[in-house]
């Protein structure tokens, strides 16, 4: 079974920049390579907003048109990790931010079929 | 534009059945879905993917109380036997060209 920890979420001031990262384990007869990725946010108390998604081989990267400019997808195969870097933080950036893996592709256009338990971002000033 | 619909909550008795609907823009009638469940305090889980024929492919360890269907442009899930468990956020999600399209999520009450 396939198991996701995000990690580098906290409290921050409106300006600053901030790296989520996302390790990913239990892989047995495929490796994280071969499977597209993505970050899911949700602010508490609503539902869930696509942040962007990454191709297996970091060939295509997407990103919603609320975060497009200011959000950086990447990732590391060789360490199994999964990272979102996030300039110029505002209030409306506050979120739990997950990462899930996409089932059976290396191509990020499909459902996703594991989750990360979520890390909190909190901007305030 | 892609766009999924679901209704805010839902309340069911433990024991009972109850059916969850996702509807699909108009479209994209033919698009598949897949469910996930969010319990309190933890993250999403993946329960099924949904296609428009009906058919559908559960995640591991999903149990046989959960199923899925469709009608049109209406995706399913169904919960019989409703435990206290079952009590939690339920979401759909589809995928276009370069987007990743969430439903507003269903929140089930058990009576």
């Known amino acids: 079974e396939v198991h996701l920890v995000e990690s580098g979420g906290g409290s921050l001031h409106p300006g600053r920049s901030l790296r989520l990262s996302c390790t990913a384990s239990g892989f047995t007869a495929f490796t994280f390579g071969d499977y597209a990725m993505h970050w899911v946010r949700r602010v508490p108390g609503k539902g869930l907003e696509w942040v962007s998604g990454i191709s297996g081989d970091s060939d295509i990267t997407y990103y919603s048109d609320s975060v497009r400019g200011r959000f950086t997808i990447s990732r590391d195969n060789a360490k199994n990790s999964l990272f979102l870097e996030i300039n110029s933080l505002g209030p409306e950036d506050t979120a739990i931010y997950y990462c899930a893996k996409v089932a059976e592709t290396s191509n990020p256009g499909y459902y996703f079929d594991s989750w990360g338990q979520g890390t909190l971002v909190t901007v305030s000033s | 534009q892609l766009v999924l619909t679901q209704s805010p909550s839902a309340s069911a008795s433990l024991g009972a059945s109850v059916r969850l609907t996702c509807t699909l823009s108009s479209d994209h009638g033919d698009y598949a879905i897949a469910w996930h469940q969010r319990q309190p305090e933890k993250g999403p889980r993946f329960l099924m993917k949904v296609n428009s024929d009906g058919s559908h492919r559960k995640g591991d360890g999903i149990p046989d109380r959960f199923s899925g269907s469709s009608s049109g442009a209406e995706r399913y899930l169904t919960i019989t036997g409703l435990q206290s468990e079952d009590e939690a956020d339920y979401f759909c999600?589809?995928?276009?060209?370069?987007?990743?399209?969430f439903g507003g999520g269903t929140k089930l009450t058990l009576l």
């Open positions: 999600q589809t995928w276009g060209n370069a987007i990743q399209v």
